[in-house]
Antibody
Framework: QVQLQQWGAGLLKPSETLSLTCAVY????????WSWIRQPPGKGLEWIGE???????NYNPSLKSRVTISVDTSKNQFSLKLSSVTAADTAVYYC?????????????????WGKGTTVTVSS | SSELTQDPAVSVALGQTVRITCQGD??????ASWYQQKPGQAPVLVIY???NRPSGIPDRFSGSSSGNTASLTITGAQAEDEADYYC????????????FGGGTQLTVL
């Protein structure tokens, strides 16, 4: 069973770059979409983006100009960078493993999640 | 369209059956997945695909889909089922991005 361990800076100043990393343990690195999701305080989940083992990325259009997701297959890790943060980026950030498959009707789900990293943006 | 719509809050009496729904155009092409989130915890996948439960999820949780609406049903709700529930899918217009519903807060009375 895959396990995800995430880490990164928890306190940022406005205009800085958020940087988080998620390590994958106990399973194959290929065949998944490695995803980042965030949740502002008291609000719902927001999908940030994803990357597969070959480096192909998809991003939330509302964040695309500031987001970079990268992968290091030698370490079974993937990372999130979000530039020019503001207070609106304050949230709990989760990494997760996503699966997509199907033919005429598709399956999509995120079956393993990291524990979350609280990121606060404050001057 | 990539939006998924959920009722903000639903309540159910202990031991009764409750259905939580999720509407969106993408659900005509993708099965919804459903996540349970309790305060201070990461979301947990409870239903995916046509009606699949990950290991460890009680069989009182089930899923169904019709047209642009997906449903999560809890048959015989327990106190520990009180949580927020989110549906999730991918945009079906070819943009290759994912989306969550706004979440439904379930109260077990």
């Amino acid at each position: 069973q895959v396990q995800l361990q995430q880490w990164g800076a928890g306190l940022l100043k406005p205009s800085e770059t958020l940087s988080l990393t998620c390590a994958v343990y106990g399973g194959s690195f290929s065949g998944y979409y490695w995803s980042w999701i965030r949740q502002p305080p008291g609000k719902g989940l927001e999908w940030i983006g994803e990357i597969n083992h070959s480096g192909s990325t998809n991003y939330n259009p509302s964040l695309k100009s500031r987001v970079t997701i990268s992968v290091d297959t030698s370490k079974n890790q993937f990372s999130l960078k979000l530039s020019s943060v503001t207070a609106a980026d304050t949230a709990v950030y989760y990494c997760a493993s996503g699966r997509v498959f199907g033919k005429n009707y598709y399956y999509y789900y995120m079956d393993v999640w990291g524990k979350g990293t609280t990121v606060t943006v404050s001057s | 369209s990539s939006e998924l719509t959920q009722d903000p809050a639903v309540s159910v009496a202990l031991g009764q059956t409750v259905r939580i729904t999720c509407q969106g155009d993408s659900l005509r092409s993708y099965y919804a997945s459903w996540y349970q989130q309790k305060p201070g915890q990461a979301p947990v996948l409870v239903i995916y695909g046509k009606n699949n439960r990950p290991s460890g999820i009680p069989d009182r949780f089930s899923g169904s889909s019709s047209g642009n609406t997906a449903s999560l049903t809890i048959t015989g709700a327990q106190a520990e089922d009180e949580a927020d529930y989110y549906c999730n899918s991918r945009d079906s217009s070819g943009n290759h991005h994912a989306v969550f519903g706004g979440g439904t807060q379930l109260t077990v009375l």
